[in-house]
């Protein structure tokens, strides 16, 4: 599912509306609705799981303090995503370029991914084709987390999230042909990177 | 042929579907007669291919609870002034509950020595008197002197001494009177001055501090106010980096400033040396000569760790107060990024790089001096070091990006890091536009 449709699965302006009038179960409607894709951009920026949760939280905290002067012409997943963003480049620069990449599924409270061994015991493709998906990922994951600031970013929502290059300008306050290079750029380190991976792949 | 950086960005952008159709169609074309451009695009589509596979997260569970949490914590479900109010009538309350158990306490204690006497004992000097050493044992107004020295009280002294603690009961009946006038102003239209001054000043001062490890920030804020700032450009002095420079800012100290008021005395500043005037994404860098009305005005001492973000210096300037209808779009943390390090070694010639990234904001054009040593004299502000003035806005939103050098802004630490002085100006957006102009005079 696109983000936009996905977006547009909940019900944002009442959604918006509801939060505004300080219901309180909206507040959790609110951050159920977008946490999932939140955090996966805060994972994939910060390279920390438990940074990313942090971000997260911290996300929705301050997106939810100011709602009542959201702008409710813009959509609400750029909203979210710009206070995301920031955050998650903020914790990646304070922890420095010793980010952590997420081998194990399971470095912080998050207890749904399961650690290696769990996915190992769990239904699905056998231990082989398992554990190659997993360094897979992980390489995948590391590279990432490698490239520079901006072109990770623009990555990140473009082909981790599926944001279009119009979305991307709008969250990053950038032109689109802004987003255009950087995003090449950060697609040609990624092919140098992941270029030992693809070719045992390919072959 | 080896294809062009210009050809693989457009193969990154063909992938994406984002080419207007006739680039696509050009593409196209090329691709069908150029096998090493084919090969480009297997290869960077497999790579593309290799980064959407990866698989989609779950965020832990807990989280919404915990936003709810703290947002209960804070009390952000409820109105933000009626929380205000919340707290100041609670306060009241408590003061006039307090009133109320003192009358209770010194009617007691008095009543006690009155009752005391009253059984035909002597009390000598008033020193025997339990109440007399005490503090705020205030001998009650109107009772004659040779009365307290001591003796055997008669009935009509006995009735005298009550009648004058019964004005001592209705004084501070007074002022719970006064309180709750006090009160009804506060949250009347009318608000007084002095009653919004403090309630912004309680709120500038409780955002004002920020530490974490490494990294550690004082922020002054206060409340907009009416008066002129002019930031005036002397000539760039290239033979002494720091001759001649001083920015002062000769305002009223920050209580008083929170009064807004447009009778207070203009402030000045004086920026020199290195300026920068940056309009939009053009970097338009010359000195210049600028009188803007002053949104907000931010100081900030920044200690150089790792790296520091000038969000949290914003956060402390614009945290919690309230902001007018033109910033209600602006962004919940701040518009401005700014970090200072000084890790590595490119950076330990040049000192720490301050870099300015804007963020969207329709909020204000921004003044943004760093400097080193902060002379302080109220909220005079001495800013050696290098200014950049940033016009924000819709030029402002496409983010130009400033980095300027540090080296001479830095004020060493005897115990520690050094520190950079960071000043905020931020002016309104419906100011005229910062123009760069001749420097001929500096200041008004």
Not at chain 2, 169 to 190: H, I, M, T, V
């Amino acid at each position: 599912m696109n983000p936009a449709s996905r977006a547009e699965s909940v019900d944002e302006a009442s959604l918006v509306a509801r939060c505004r009038e300080g219901d309180r179960a909206a507040f959790g409607d609110f951050v159920r609705a977008f946490q999932d894709r939140v955090f996966g951009v805060c994972l994939r920026i910060s390279g920390d799981r438990n940074d990313a949760a942090d971000a997260t939280q911290e996300t929705f905290v301050r997106a939810l303090e100011s709602i009542a002067r959201f702008d409710e012409r813009a959509a609400v997943f750029t909203w979210l995503y710009r206070i995301a963003v920031n955050l998650a480049i903020d914790q990646r620069r304070r922890r420095g370029r010793g980010g952590v990449v997420p081998l194990d599924g399971r470095r912080g409270r998050d207890n749904s991914a399961g650690s290696l061994g769990d996915r190992l015991a769990a239904d699905g493709p056998g231990p082989d084709e398992r554990l190659h998906a997993t360094e897979r990922e992980a390489a995948v994951a590391k590279a990432i987390v490698e490239l520079d600031e901006e072109q990770r970013v623009v990555v990140v929502l473009r082909d981790i999230d599926g944001l279009d290059y119009a979305q991307i300008a709008e969250v990053l306050q950038l032109p689109v042909g802004t987003v255009k290079s950087r995003l090449f750029r950060g697609r040609m380190m990624l092919k140098e990177k992941l270029r030992a991976m693809v070719e045992a792949e390919r072959a | 042929m080896t294809p062009t950086s210009e050809q693989l960005e457009q193969l990154s952008a063909y992938l994406d579907n984002e080419l207007p159709p006739p680039e696509r169609a050009m593409v196209e074309s090329r691709l069908s007669v150029d096998a090493m451009l084919r090969g480009e695009l297997e290869s960077l589509r497999r790579t593309v291919t290799s980064v959407r596979g990866m698989p989609r997260v779950t965020a832990p569970a807990s989280i919404a609870d915990e936003v709810t949490e703290r947002l209960a914590r804070r009390e952000l479900l409820g109105d933000g002034n009626a929380r205000r109010a919340g707290e100041v009538v609670r306060f009241a309350t408590f003061l006039r509950r307090f009133a109320v158990a003192a009358v209770l306490v010194l009617a007691a204690g008095v009543g006690w020595r009155f009752w005391y006497s009253g059984r035909g004992e002597t009390v000598i000097g008033g020193s025997a008197s339990p109440m007399a050493g005490a503090p705020g044992a205030a001998q009650p107004a109107g009772l004659p002197e040779s009365s307290v020295g001591g003796g055997v009280r008669s009935a009509p002294k006995r009735e005298q001494l009550a009648k004058s603690l019964d004005r001592d009961a209705a004084a501070p009946a007074d002022g719970n009177d006064l309180s709750a006038r006090e009160e009804k102003l506060a949250f009347g239209n009318q608000l007084p001055p002095g009653g919004a001054a403090f309630d912004t000043r309680a709120k500038a001062m409780g955002a004002t501090s920020a530490t974490k490890p490494g990294f550690s920030v004082r922020a002054d804020a206060m409340l907009p106010s009416s008066v002129d700032v002019a930031a005036a450009t002397p000539p760039v002095q290239t033979d002494s980096p720091t001759a001649g420079v001083q920015a002062t800012l000769p305002a009223p100290p920050l209580a008083t400033a929170a009064l807004a008021s447009t009778s207070r005395p203009s402030r000045t500043a004086e920026f020199g040396v290195e300026s920068t005037v940056v309009d939009g994404t053009e970097g338009l860098r010359e000195p210049g000569i600028t009188r803007q009305p002053v949104e907000r005005v931010g100081s900030a001492v920044v200690r150089c760790g790792d790296t520091a973000s000038v969000n949290d210096v914003c956060q402390g300037l614009f945290a919690d107060l309230e902001r007018p209808e033109h910033l209600a779009n602006a962004m919940p943390q701040c518009a401005l990024t700014l970090s200072a390090s000084q890790s590595g070694a490119a950076e330990a010639a040049t000192g720490p790089r301050i870099q300015i990234r804007g963020r969207r904001s329709a909020v204000a054009r921004y003044l943004i001096a760093v400097g080193g040593p902060l002379a302080t004299t109220e909220l005079g502000l001495a800013v050696p070091g290098s200014v950049v003035v940033v016009n924000g806005l819709s030029e402002f939103k496409h983010g130009p990006e400033i980095s300027i050098s540090a080296r001479d802004a830095i004020e060493p630490q005897p115990d520690g890091d050094p520190t950079i002085q960071v000043v905020v100006v931020v002016v309104p957006p419906n100011a005229a536009t910062i123009s760069p102009t001749p420097s001929t005079s500096h200041a008004p």
